[in-house]
């Protein structure tokens, strides 16, 4: 009994860190998003990073539902228990314990939503840390004659110009 309940104890645990994981990663996303690349608009293949978020959150769900399986087989455990132990083994359930496969299949689910998640993070940040910046019409100086004139009294040519500078 007491190896069954620290095996579940640690599944706890792990599908616990698994879904901590995924809230900070979504948290640290978001954070880097609006600190360093100023806003969502200037930022590239935006598509990469909202799948990443759809499939961290669902990762964090599936996490829930293992839980909740957790519970639901460690209930049904203590109570083969007890029936075991007055019935000397002889009419007890099968039950499984962490590997039942409704605990495996929703485990199994949650690492690897997280794992494409986390995978997602990362083709997003290579492709904004890879893209090198082109001339657009923000980031180019123009300097336009506005006029040019002529006179005859000193100078013979004199041009009116704007300087515009990026400051």
Aim: aromatic share 10%.
């Amino acid at each position: 009994m007491e190896k069954q309940d620290r095996a579940f104890t640690i599944a706890s645990d792990m599908v616990k860190l698994l879904i901590t994981l995924s809230t900070g990663v979504i948290t640290f996303t978001v954070t880097f998003c609006k600190t360093f690349l100023g806003s969502i608009s200037g930022v590239h293949s935006i598509g990469w990073l909202l799948a990443s978020w759809i499939i961290l959150v669902l990762s964090m769900i599936l996490g829930f539902l293992t839980l909740g399986a957790m519970v639901g087989n460690l209930s049904k455990t203590n109570k083969s228990n007890v029936k075991t132990e007055e019935a000397n083994d002889s009419e007890g359930e099968n039950i499984e314990g962490v590997y039942s496969s409704n605990i495996t299949v929703f485990e199994f689910l949650q690492m690897v939503a997280f794992v494409v998640g986390v995978i997602f993070v990362f083709i997003f940040g290579y492709h904004n840390l890879t893209i090198k910046e082109t001339s657009t019409k923000e980031n180019i100086t123009e300097f336009r004659m506005l006029e040019k004139k002529s006179y005859s009294l000193l100078d013979s040519l004199k041009t009116d110009t704007i300087i515009i500078s990026n400051k």
